[in-house]
């Protein structure tokens, strides 16, 4: 079997912080196309972290790994369908999160390099609205 030698670190906030009206098939499969980014981008191993906090009306998802980074000429294309910077990728991970994420009125954007204030990888943030009917 291959060993990919992750770390994997979640940070969970103390108390729940409330209900996301959310589909979770869909968010399940945002947060693994995360993951396994991350993953792949950390050839020789490194930490994959999973943090959940509240953002004023959201909750916030982090998910960030310890990886090579997303070069600048790139950056900008990652949520592009069928972009993709694997022989074996079909280009459509990333581009699936965004159309989930917006389709449930959130947000999700990414820092890397520079933008991590000299923090290795990439680390990506969700937001998602809390749901204040419930």
Do not use: W
């Not at 906030?13 to 995360?34: F, H, K, M, R």
Request: charged residues 20%; hydrophobic residues 40%.
């Amino acid at each position: 079997t291959d060993s990919y030698n992750v770390a994997i670190d979640v940070n969970l906030p103390p108390i729940p912080l409330g209900t996301v009206a959310a589909d979770e098939a869909q968010l399940e499969q945002v947060l693994l196309n995360l993951a396994l980014n991350g993953i792949a981008a950390m050839p020789d191993g490194g930490t994959l972290t999973f943090t959940v906090s509240r953002q004023n009306a959201f909750v916030r998802i982090d998910v960030a790994d310890t990886g090579i980074g997303i070069p600048p000429e790139i950056q900008s294309q990652i949520f592009d369908p069928y972009f993709t910077t694997r022989p074996e990728g079909t280009g459509m991970g990333l581009a699936l999160c965004y159309k989930y994420i917006r389709q449930h009125g959130g947000m999700i954007d990414f820092r890397t390099g520079d933008d991590r204030g000299g923090l290795p990888g990439t680390e990506f943030t969700v937001l998602l609205p809390l749901d204040e009917s419930v």
